[in-house]
Each structure stands twice: as C-alpha cells, then as structure tokens.
C-alpha cells in the first residue's frame, strides 16, 4: 500500500479533496559512513568534484525516509501525505540524520 500513497509538497492536490486530517507524520534515518569511505572523500574534496558514495547515501537514505514516513500514515489510515518535506543533519562528523515529514491525510476525487 505505501507504494501507492501519494506524497507532495503542496498543501492540496488539484481534483481531490480533503475528508480526514490525521497530522504529522515522519520517517527518520540516522547513517554513517565507514572509516575508509570518510578518508576517500576528504581526499575527493581536496580536489573538488562531486563525492559520489555520499551522494548514493545521501539519495538512498532519503528514499528510506520517505517510505517510513509512508508507512507511519497507512497505520494511522491515510492516502495521502501533504506538505512533504526534509530535513538532514550531521551528528558528530560521522552521521548523517535524515527526516522525511508532512500531513498525513485521507483525500477523494472531488464530485
């Protein structure tokens, strides 16, 4: 079922309307990267250009985030998240905290 929820970052959808409001919701990754990869991308940034085992961290982890937070609104009986958005961190220079968040809702085709 979360594969077919739709998630947007606008606050309605054309077409549909609202009929329940469940409230936030969110999906929260936290991943770190080993020794070897952290000492490859310093070396990378020392001569530029794109890191790209961060960038597929980053990307994959993101993707995890939106999925949790999928299934944290089908619990609650939604199909829908509104107002989806991300926030990411870094903790301790080692870790890399995602969230995934919006509202989660129930909408119907309008009549």
Sequence with gaps: MNEDMLVVTTNDISGYEIVEVYGEVFGVLVRSRNLISNFGA???????????????LLSDSRLEAVSRMKAAASERGAN?????????????????EVAAYG???KIQPKK
Aim: hydrophobic share 40%.
């Design 80 to 96: 829908a998240i509104l107002a989806m958005r991300f926030d990411t961190g870094d903790i301790g220079g080692t870790m890399n």
């Design 42 to 56: 310093s070396l990378k940034s020392i001569i530029g250009g794109e890191i790209g085992g961060y960038s597929k």
């Design 103 to 105: 509202t989660a809702v």
